[in-house]
């Protein structure tokens, strides 16, 4: 019998579930695409493989308790971002109590940086996978089936003997086409078809290293990339097997090859598929006749990281742009039909009451059809964690609260008390601006956009501001 897997994706916490900004955090319109990854690559090799994934199926602790006594796999992989690291850690738990023989392991961005502390923490967790985890997980798995010790596999930290074992990186997938298309399939119909919003992740890796971001450290400094028509492939894919005419590429910035940017567009267009799309991407990656290009495929909307209006708040970011390149980028894609969306930094370190001043102004001037608007966090495997940390500015280490709505630092220039209430007067400024609020209405926001999902939240936490003073800092 073949070694049977059960991936997982955990609940919220309680925290979270009762905060206003839930949904700014619930279960997005998706799947999990790491987990979709991960049982892709273990199904192709022949392995029983299914997910449970609470929060799109709105499983309490008791519910998951009952779904994996009735499975009763050999493995469990619980995938963990720092807002369900302590419930993945729950979750552990809840396996080993019912599945005592089966091992427990944890993957995704926060475990990968946090891994000897994840195992010091929870006696539940047998290893935690780090960075990319498709060829690490298999490997466990063939381990597992042959009978064989797994202390010596590459990418994981565990224990041996009593100690903790933390062994080298695995080597990153070079050719993202060999890595079959995310098992959609087991998740329930009736939730892919609910949002009608389909994910893709078309590269990995990053040629920036922001201060705020792991990506780098999580995928490499080398851009790798799926080609034009493997990505085609898949959108036409999941048009044919789940009628979908929206999708949202997830990478973490998706022009970064922009030759390759306009041959995924001419496949779109050459194949004559009848989508709507949207992406991420910085202010210099792009070009007027590169989003022109993109408008004519089927894109519908961008999101820029603008994260600063303020010139020296970017250096310190080490984000590599300016200002000017981001009201130019703006101007292109009202030019081409398209609509863009700030995302915008509030608090990062160096922050003054001026230079968040300078960030409203750019707002204001560049005119997004959305933003969201974050309280800088320090994520776990980012040099802004690491520097905050030296300084001893982290005043919060409860994971729940870092739900980028809530201050968890302060810094010389800036108290958490004036980074809140900074953080409340421009949503205010934005959010209850009554053409935003018709446009709103009328509209029902930016269909088909991650942004869509933040509005309301931004909207209530506007309205509750609002008795405030409205002069901005």
């Known amino acids: 019998m073949r070694t049977h897997i059960t991936l997982v994706n955990p609940p919220f916490s309680s925290l979270l579930q009762h905060s206003p900004f839930s949904s700014l955090h619930q279960h997005p319109p998706f799947i999990s695409l790491g987990l979709g990854y991960l049982?892709?690559?273990?199904?192709?090799?022949?392995?029983?493989?299914?997910?449970?994934?609470?929060?799109?199926?709105k499983l309490s602790y008791e519910k998951f308790k009952s779904q994996i006594s009735k499975r009763q796999p050999n493995i469990v992989g619980v995938t963990s971002t720092i807002t369900t690291y302590k419930s993945a850690l729950h979750i552990a738990k809840i396996a080993k109590e019912v599945c005592p023989k089966c091992l427990t392991v944890l993957g995704g961005p926060h475990v990968t940086f946090w891994d000897e502390k994840t195992l010091q923490?929870?006696?539940?967790?047998?290893?935690?996978?780090?960075?990319?985890?498709?060829?690490?997980?298999?490997?466990?798995?063939?381990?597992?089936?042959?009978?064989?010790?797994?202390?010596d596999v590459l990418g994981i930290t565990c224990r041996k003997d009593g100690k903790i074992v933390k062994n080298p990186d695995r080597a990153y997938i070079e050719n993202l086409d060999d890595i079959p298309f995310p098992a959609r399939h087991l998740w329930p119909n009736e939730f892919l078809q609910k949002y009608g919003i389909f994910p893709l992740v078309t590269s990995r890796g990053c040629v920036n290293w922001c201060s705020f971001c792991s990506e780098v450290r999580m995928h490499g400094r080398k851009y790798r990339v799926r080609s034009p028509k493997n990505v085609v492939d898949e959108l036409e894919f999941l048009q044919n097997t789940y009628a979908a005419e929206h999708f949202a590429f997830c990478d973490a910035t998706f022009t970064v090859d922009q030759d390759r940017t306009e041959?995924?567009?001419e496949e779109i267009r050459k194949r004559k598929l009848k989508i709507k799309w949207t992406c991420e991407t910085r202010v210099d990656k792009v070009t007027k006749e590169l989003l022109l290009k993109m408008r004519e495929a089927g894109c519908i909307a961008v999101w820029f990281g603008?994260?600063?209006g303020s010139q020296n708040v970017l250096d310190t970011m080490r984000k590599g742009i300016s200002v000017a390149q981001t009201i130019r980028a703006f101007e292109w894609a009202k030019e081409a039909g398209l609509k863009p969306v700030a995302s915008v930094i509030l608090g990062f370190p160096g922050e003054t009451k001026e230079t968040a001043r300078e960030s409203i102004k750019l707002v204001e001037k560049i005119c997004p059809n959305d933003v969201g608007y974050t309280i800088a966090t320090p994520y776990a495997g980012t040099p802004m964690y690491d520097f905050v940390k030296e300084n001893g500015w982290l005043k919060i280490t409860d994971f729940d609260k870092y739900d980028t709505a809530t201050p968890i630092f302060e810094t010389p220039t800036l108290s958490?008390?004036?980074?809140?209430?900074?953080?409340?007067?421009?949503?205010?400024?934005?959010?209850?601006?009554?053409?935003?609020?018709?446009?709103?209405?009328?509209?029902?926001?930016?269909?088909?956009?991650?942004?869509?999902?933040?509005?309301?939240?931004?909207l209530i936490i506007a309205m509750k501001s609002k008795f405030q003073s409205n002069n901005l800092p």
């Open 39 to 57: 049982a892709a690559v273990l199904e192709k090799n022949q392995y029983e493989v299914d997910v449970i994934d609470c929060q799109a199926l």
């Open 263 to 265: 041959e995924l567009c």
């Open 121 to 151: 923490e929870c006696a539940s967790v047998d290893i935690v996978v780090r960075k990319e985890g498709e060829n690490t997980m298999l490997e466990l798995a063939e381990r597992v089936e042959a009978g064989k010790d797994y202390y």
């Open 306 to 308: 603008v994260e600063s």
């Open 416 to 458: 958490m008390k004036e980074i809140k209430k900074i953080y409340e007067q421009v949503l205010q400024s934005f959010y209850l601006r009554p053409t935003y609020i018709l446009h709103m209405f009328a509209k029902g926001g930016m269909h088909g956009f991650s942004a869509t999902k933040t509005a309301f939240a931004h």
